[in-house]
C-alpha cells in the first residue's frame, strides 16, 4: 500500500503545475520542484524501502533458522528472526499510515476526491495497526518477550552488526557515507540506551517500561532500518567505484540512504527519551481526570 502510494504521488507531483518556483519561474511549475514536495517524496520513499529492507532481513534469518546446516546456526538466526518480527510488524504498519498519509498530502485538496484514490490508500493503510495485533501489542511483546527475556542479549548482538556497519562507512572515504555513520551510530547508541532501561526496569517497574513499550518498538524499527540502508549504500558505494550496475540506480540508493540518515534517523535521540524518560507523564493523571 505505501508502495502503491508512492508511485502514484510521484506520478502526480510529475504532472500537476503549481505555483512557481521558489528560485524564480515565469510561471507555475510541476510541483516536484518545491522543496517541501521532494521531501515528502523522499521520505515516503526512504520508508518504503528500509522497511522493505528489514523485512527482507527477517525473512532471510527465518529462512537459516529453519534450513542452516548446524543447530548453533539455526539457532542463532531464530533468536534474531523472532526479535525483528514485532518490529516488522510494528514498525512497517505504522510507516505506511505516514506514507500514505503523505500521499494524500503530496495530491492536495485532490487527495480527498475519491477518484484520485490517494485517500483510499490511507483508508486501507488504517487498519493495518489493528490486524497485526495492534502496535502496542506488538511493541509489548518486543519487550516482555523478546528483549527482557534474554537479558537483552539478542538486541545487543544485532547492535554489535550495526557497529561493524559503521566502521564499514567510516572506512569508504564518502561524505555521504561518513554523515550516515555518524546518524547510525547515533542513532545505535540510542537503542542501546533503551535496551539496558527495558533489561534493567522491568522487573523493578512493570508500568514505566512498558509505558514507553511503543517509542521503543519505533526506536527499534528507525534504527534498524536505518542499518538496512546504511548496508545499501555501502554496496552501492562499492559497485559505483568499481563500474558495475546502473550507476543512476546505485546513486539514487546512496541519495535515499543519506536522506534516511538525516531526516529519518535522526529521531532515535527523542524516541530514547520517550522510551526511558516518558512514563511520567504517561502515568501522572488519574483516571477520574480523563
Same mark, same amino acid.
Given at each position: 500500500?505505501?508502495?502503491?502510494?508512492?508511485?502514484?504521488?510521484?506520478?502526480?507531483?510529475?504532472?500537476?503545475?503549481?505555483?512557481?518556483?521558489?528560485?524564480?519561474?515565469?510561471?507555475?511549475?510541476?510541483?516536484?520542484?518545491?522543496?517541501?514536495?521532494?521531501?515528502?517524496?523522499?521520505?515516503?520513499?526512504?520508508?518504503?524501502?528500509?522497511?522493505?529492507?528489514?523485512?527482507?532481513?527477517?525473512?532471510?534469518?527465518?529462512?537459516? =533458522?529453519?534450513?542452516?546446516?548446524?543447530?548453533?546456526?539455526?539457532?542463532?538466526?531464530?533468536?534474531?528472526?523472532?526479535?525483528?518480527?514485532?518490529?516488522?510488524?510494528?514498525?512497517?504498519?505504522?510507516?505506511?499510515?505516514?506514507?500514505?498519509?503523505? =500521499?494524500?498530502?503530496?495530491?492536495?485538496?485532490?487527495?480527498?476526491?475519491?477518484?484520485?484514490?490517494?485517500?483510499?490508500?490511507?483508508?486501507?493503510?488504517?487498519?493495518?495497526?489493528?490486524?497485526?495485533?495492534?502496535?502496542?501489542?506488538?511493541?509489548?511483546?518486543?519487550?516482555?518477550?523478546?528483549?527482557?527475556?534474554?537479558?537483552?542479549?539478542?538486541?545487543?548482538?544485532?547492535?554489535?552488526?550495526?557497529?561493524?556497519?559503521?566502521?564499514?562507512?567510516?572506512? !569508504?572515504?564518502?561524505?555521504?557515507?561518513?554523515?550516515?555513520?555518524?546518524?547510525?551510530?547515533?542513532?545505535?547508541? !540510542?537503542?542501546?540506551?533503551?535496551?539496558?532501561?527495558?533489561?534493567?526496569?522491568?522487573?523493578?517497574?512493570?508500568?514505566?517500561?512498558?509505558?514507553?513499550?511503543?517509542?521503543?518498538?519505533?526506536?527499534?524499527?528507525?534504527?534498524?532500518?536505518?542499518?538496512?540502508?546504511?548496508? !545499501?549504500?555501502?554496496?552501492?558505494?562499492?559497485?559505483?567505484?568499481?563500474?558495475?550496475?546502473?550507476?543512476?540506480?546505485?546513486?539514487?540508493?546512496?541519495?535515499?540512504?543519506?536522506?534516511?540518515?538525516?531526516?529519518?534517523?535522526?529521531?532515535?535521540? !527523542?524516541?530514547?527519551?520517550?522510551?526511558?524518560?516518558?512514563?511520567?507523564?504517561?502515568?501522572?493523571?488519574?483516571?477520574?481526570?480523563?
Amino acid at each position: 500500500m505505501a508502495e502503491r502510494a508512492y508511485q502514484q504521488a510521484v506520478a502526480y507531483a510529475r504532472e500537476r503545475l503549481q505555483s512557481r518556483d521558489v528560485a524564480g519561474s515565469s510561471g507555475a511549475v510541476p510541483i516536484i520542484r518545491h522543496p517541501d514536495v521532494r521531501r515528502m517524496l523522499m521520505t515516503m520513499r526512504a520508508h518504503i524501502e528500509a522497511a522493505r529492507a528489514l523485512a527482507y532481513v527477517a525473512a532471510a534469518a527465518s529462512d537459516a =533458522g529453519h534450513h542452516a546446516a548446524d543447530e548453533a546456526t539455526r539457532r542463532e538466526n531464530m533468536a534474531i528472526y523472532e526479535f525483528l518480527v514485532p518490529i516488522v510488524k510494528g514498525w512497517s504498519t505504522e510507516m505506511s499510515l505516514e506514507v500514505t498519509s503523505l =500521499g494524500v498530502q503530496v495530491h492536495g485538496g485532490m487527495g480527498f476526491i475519491e477518484e484520485t484514490g490517494a485517500a483510499q490508500h490511507y483508508r486501507d493503510a488504517r487498519i493495518l495497526t489493528i490486524y497485526e495485533g495492534t502496535t502496542a501489542i506488538q511493541a509489548n511483546d518486543l519487550i516482555g518477550r523478546k528483549t527482557a527475556r534474554n537479558g537483552g542479549a539478542v538486541a545487543r548482538a544485532l547492535l554489535a552488526r550495526v557497529r561493524g556497519t559503521e566502521e564499514l562507512l567510516a572506512q !569508504a572515504g564518502s561524505a555521504d557515507l561518513d554523515a550516515i555513520a555518524a546518524r547510525l551510530s547515533a542513532g545505535r547508541a !540510542a537503542l542501546e540506551d533503551a535496551v539496558q532501561f527495558v533489561v534493567e526496569t522491568l522487573g523493578k517497574d512493570v508500568r514505566a517500561t512498558f509505558a514507553g513499550s511503543v517509542p521503543y518498538l519505533k526506536l527499534a524499527g528507525v534504527v534498524l532500518s536505518g542499518w538496512q540502508m546504511a548496508r !545499501a549504500a555501502l554496496a552501492a558505494d562499492r559497485m559505483l567505484k568499481a563500474g558495475d550496475g546502473d550507476a543512476q540506480f546505485l546513486q539514487a540508493k546512496i541519495a535515499t540512504a543519506r536522506f534516511h540518515a538525516d531526516h529519518l534517523l535522526t529521531q532515535a535521540g !527523542a524516541l530514547r527519551s520517550a522510551a526511558i524518560e516518558g512514563a511520567a507523564g504517561v502515568l501522572a493523571m488519574p483516571e477520574a481526570a480523563f
